[in-house]
Nanobody, 123 residues
Framework: QVQMVESGGGLVQAGGSLRLSCAAS????????MGWFRQAPGKQREFVAA???????YYEDSVKGRFTISRDNAKNAVHLQMNSLKPEDTAVYYC?????????????????WGQGTQVTVSS
């Protein structure tokens, strides 16, 4: 079992930055691929970014060049640095952990989820 808690969300103006963090506890963190997903009101959950066991990264097209995912296995943490934020980035952001290291753009690959943190970008 893995417990995860997100932090770092908030209100920011368009063009600003936020850094989301996800603290994980439980089993060996380095054995999990980690991902960030988001869900805006009235929309389906969508993939944002993921990082494999080995550190390979994946991004949704609309965030490439603006967001950066990283992991710190020594601290059981994964981060999402979000720059040049846009109003369309407004959503609840969720951290997730997967026991598999493939197909990690898909939400169904993930076994554990955090409770989410709200990100609001004003225009």
């Amino acid at each position: 079992q893995v417990q995860m808690v997100e932090s770092g969300g908030g209100l920011v103006q368009a063009g600003g930055s936020l850094r989301l963090s996800c603290a994980a506890s439980g089993r060996t963190f380095s054995n999990y691929a980690m991902g960030w997903f988001r869900q805006a009101p009235g929309k389906q959950r969508e993939f944002v970014a993921a990082i494999s066991w080995s550190g390979r990264t994946y991004y949704e097209d609309s965030v490439k060049g603006r967001f950066t995912i990283s992991r710190d296995n020594a601290k059981n943490a994964v981060h999402l640095q979000m720059n040049s934020l846009k109003p369309e980035d407004t959503a609840v952001y969720y951290c997730a952990a997967s026991t598999v290291d493939w197909g990690i753009r898909a939400g169904e690959r993930y076994d554990y989820w955090g409770q989410g943190t709200q990100v609001t970008v004003s225009s």
